[in-house]
């Protein structure tokens, strides 16, 4: 996962450029989708279909490198159906609403993933890595 949404953007170049300052947010969700995002979208798959936002955490792993420091679950699905995008979102609530918050990081699986109903998709710790070059 290497791109950034453009909420994330405007606040590095605010901070690095003007010293502004934000708080950070109080919790990060991390999303999943059937395609990957964009700058504006991280195109998670809507609510109802028995996925939700989960809950991530991050560890810095090297400089410019960080990745989830917890196992994340995601299911059991409702229906078949094929995951490839990914995204980090500034808020996690309990009641979901996909795209809901501000986009900060997406990309893609390094593979697709083709799951029937009732599996689930589990995102081991260290698997997600986020980096900036």
Known sequence: ?????????NLLLAFLLKGSTTGIPAAWGIGI???????????????G??????????LSVAAGTYINSGAVTFGPFNAAGTISGI???DTYQATYTA???DLLVFGSLAAARTLASGDS????SGAMSITLS
């Open 49 to 58: 279909s028995g996925v939700a936002r989960q809950s991530g955490s991050f």
């Open 1 to 9: 996962m290497a791109a950034l949404g453009t909420f994330a953007e």
């Open 121 to 124: 998709l589990v995102l081991a």
């Open 33 to 47: 989708g059937t395609a990957v995002g964009n700058s504006l979208s991280g195109s998670e798959i809507a609510s």
């Open 99 to 101: 795209n809901a918050g």
């Open 87 to 89: 995204a980090v979102f």
